[in-house]
């Protein structure tokens, strides 16, 4: 790799290296940065847990954690010069003088410290004071934080906080994978560099706009978290606001973290409120019960190992959002996303309005309305869905409506689609805050999310069921057919 002189080697110190997050998501990503050149060669990769293991013994769980969760084989040469990079500290993060053993391998001369928390967020205060007491920090060093920061408002401001005691904000990179997916990026590019878009994304010209985050998948063994936890706080609060605001925030002056950052708050603050007063009209809670998925049968959510028979949290929500300002004045945002769908999905539908004349009666007596369909996963890539001539010679002009498919796997052959977190985490290593969240945005999205939750316990409503295998309760179709519109599906 030709080194770029703007880029200073690391040194990436993951707390809770022993942890699924670590096994399943950050060697994992880690090992394909390094496959692809895309690391400095004096990078260097620092373990911590509390677990008494060393350095060799780590080395050995990082490759047994390759073999298990990489999608291909592992490439020795590359494992090679891979393990060389890593190395481990036991450290009780509870205890602040342990973390002075970082001295004797971090050196902020030559490498960026970049610490990277994959921990639960109560353990974030005693890393922050233990890295402090130790000396280790200089004003170039860096801290990523996972979700969830905070179940609201309130606490997720104790975290920032916390964080703020030690790290001045743009030091901090606060991650949400989805804003790593290349079809997330290319809606800056698709809306912001094609004319065609650029001109007609507003009330005008659109309809509605349709988001869904579909997953086949259960608890997972994560009962006790999930159940205090809820899918609106889960994923709705992050995920799905995350991707509204690329899909609807205003021109940013140009695409650095600031002016990004600066759209999407503005955008969050322009969300109307969701109250006790209308919370009925614009929202579904769901609770799946037993189905299929695939054919296979599975078990309710009060039936899943460990469930508590009694519990009223949601596995699905569906959600009517209204954005007040001009560019979206009367356009709704219809946002679902649940537990224990047909598959694995997410999507953004584009539907255009219908034109107010039709002289292709004899194909349609309503011409269908044009649809831009941008999928996240599992294959990312984007479809226009538009209406052409039938070729042939006799009778009157037939329609026919037919789809362009921009595939992103088949147009980009020769590049290889990243995951999010290999690009948010070579984002944090070289230092860009661009594709990270600010504390501003992230507060703003708790105050309309809790106003949401209140209002839910508010008006007593409980979840309503859906059958496994499903897209969610009926009162979700009947979430749009009321505004006459139906989900795509």
């Not at 999608?71 to 450290?91: G, H, M, P, V």
């Not at 005693?126 to 130790?134: A, D, K, P, R, T």
């Not at 010209?205 to 985050?213: E, G, P």
């Not at 859906?466 to 979430?479: R, T």
Request: charge should be negative; glycine fraction near 6%; charged fraction near 25%.
């Amino acid at each position: 790799m030709t080194q770029n002189d703007t880029f200073k080697p690391c040194d990436l110190v993951i707390y809770g290296a022993l942890g699924d997050l670590s096994k399943r998501k950050l060697l994992i990503s880690l090992y394909r940065l390094e496959k692809h050149n895309l690391l400095e060669s004096d990078t260097r990769i620092i373990g911590v847990d509390r677990l008494d293991e060393t350095s060799d013994s780590f080395i050995e769980i990082a490759y047994k954690s390759l073999q298990a969760f990489l999608n291909n084989a592992i490439d020795e040469e590359i494992w090679q010069r891979f393990k060389t990079r890593l190395s481990y500290l036991k450290i009780d993060l509870t205890q602040a003088e342990q973390y002075k053993q970082l001295n004797a391998v971090v050196d902020a001369e030559k490498r960026v410290m970049v610490n990277y928390f994959a921990v639960a967020p109560f353990l974030f205060k005693n890393i922050c004071q233990g890295l402090q007491s130790c000396g280790v920090l200089t004003p170039e060093s860096r801290m990523v934080m996972e979700k969830p920061i905070g179940h609201d408002l309130k606490s997720s401001k104790e975290i920032n906080d916390v964080v703020a005691d030690v790290f001045n904000e743009n030091q901090v990179y606060r991650i949400d994978h989805y804003l790593g997916k290349e079809t997330v990026l290319n809606l800056l590019a698709l809306r912001f560099a094609n004319s065609l878009f650029y001109t007609s994304w507003k009330h005008e010209t659109i309809d509605s706009i349709q988001i869904t985050v579909g997953e086949d998948i259960g608890i997972e063994g994560r009962w006790d978290y999930f159940d205090k936890t809820g899918q609106l706080r889960d994923m709705l609060q992050n995920h799905l606001l995350q991707i509204l605001t690329f899909v609807t925030m205003e021109p940013p002056a140009n695409l650095s973290a600031e002016a990004i950052h600066m759209e999407k708050i503005k955008l969050l603050k322009a969300l109307r409120p969701i109250t006790y007063l209308n919370v009925e009209e614009k929202t579904v809670r769901g609770q799946y019960t037993a189905g299929y998925i695939q054919g296979k049968p599975v078990p309710g959510y009060l039936e899943e190992e460990g469930a508590n028979t009694e519990s009223t949290t949601e596995s699905f929500v569906a959600i009517r959002v209204d954005i007040d300002n001009w560019r979206w004045s009367g356009v709704p945002i219809y946002m679902r996303t649940g537990k224990r769908m047909p598959n694995k999905r997410t999507e953004i539908v584009v539907n255009f309005r219908n034109l107010p004349h039709n002289i292709f009666r004899d194909s349609f007596q309503n011409l269908p309305a044009n649809k831009l369909i941008i999928h996240l996963q599992p294959n990312e890539g984007v479809d226009v869905m538009m209406l052409n001539k039938i070729p042939g010679i006799n009778g009157n002009i037939k329609l026919q409506q037919t789809k362009l498919d921009l595939s992103f796997s088949e147009t980009f052959k020769k590049n290889r689609i990243f995951g999010g977190y290999e690009k948010l985490i070579l984002e944090a290593l070289r230092g860009n805050p661009t594709l990270f969240l600010s504390r501003e945005e992230i507060e703003q999205a708790w105050t309309w999310v809790d106003s949401i939750q209140d209002a839910w316990k508010h008006n007593l409503m409980p979840p309503k069921p859906y059958p496994a295998g499903s897209w969610g309760p009926v009162a979700s179709v009947a979430l749009l057919a009321r505004d006459g519109r139906a989900w795509e599906e």
